[in-house]
């Protein structure tokens, strides 16, 4: 409270004209003892932005590495497979000497004739055709064959090997492998 500087009348401070003797008054503001409260202007809420962000790019990380690129940069280039570089030649003489290591690891050696598949007349090794392999020899018990076949199977085919005769003149047992030829791969004009 304060008083009227032309008649000294009591005013309570916020009067802007004195209302006795109409003399323009000097209107303070007002503050408390513990300063003006104003309150604060809401912000940006940005939780809305960053989980949309995170949502967006964690979209993103997952398409791409579901993508072929992804697929190559986490598994590294799809590993060739080693019967393909194979020529038939290769995959016989692997054979030929899978199975010497095999005879030699049961103490038994082993003769090799390579053969036609249709009339069984004697070829060469390196002929181009599908053929009949057989081995004769010595086991010293029958079931060592299969420890010595086994692993040549896989490689029959690749090598033109259809027929695979292993003669026992110990156990006097023949045991024949045959191996059917892949289909061949439908052609385009079948398609049509």
């Known amino acids: 409270m304060h008083d009227c500087p032309a008649c000294r009348v009591p005013l309570?401070?916020?009067?802007?004209?004195c209302p006795s003797c109409g003399t323009r008054q000097i209107v303070k503001k007002r503050s408390s003892a513990f300063g003006s409260f104003k309150p604060e202007q809401p912000?940006?809420?940005?939780?809305?932005?960053?989980?949309?962000?995170v949502v967006v790019g964690a979209a993103l990380l997952f398409a791409f590495f579901s993508s072929p690129l992804g697929k190559v940069l986490t598994q590294g280039p799809p590993a060739e497979d080693p019967m393909a570089k194979l020529t038939y030649i290769d995959a016989r003489n692997i054979i030929e000497s899978e199975i010497t290591k095999g005879l030699e690891g049961v103490g038994a050696t082993g003769k090799f004739t390579w053969a036609d598949l249709t009339s069984n007349a004697p070829l060469d090794k390196g002929t181009d055709q599908n053929m009949q392999l057989t081995v004769d020899t010595s086991l010293p018990s029958t079931e060592v064959r299969k420890s010595i076949i086994d692993p040549i199977k896989d490689y029959?085919?690749?090598?033109?090997?259809?027929s695979l005769v292993m003669n026992d003149a110990?156990?006097?047992?023949?045991?024949?492998?045959?191996?059917?030829?892949?289909?061949?791969?439908?052609?385009d004009e079948a398609a049509e």
């Open 12 to 17: 309570h401070g916020y009067e802007e004209v």
């Open 156 to 162: 029959m085919e690749k090598a033109k090997i259809m």
């Open 170 to 187: 110990k156990s006097h047992a023949t045991w024949t492998y045959n191996v059917a030829p892949a289909a061949a791969p439908p052609s």
């Open 43 to 53: 912000g940006i809420n940005w939780v809305p932005f960053i989980l949309t962000f």
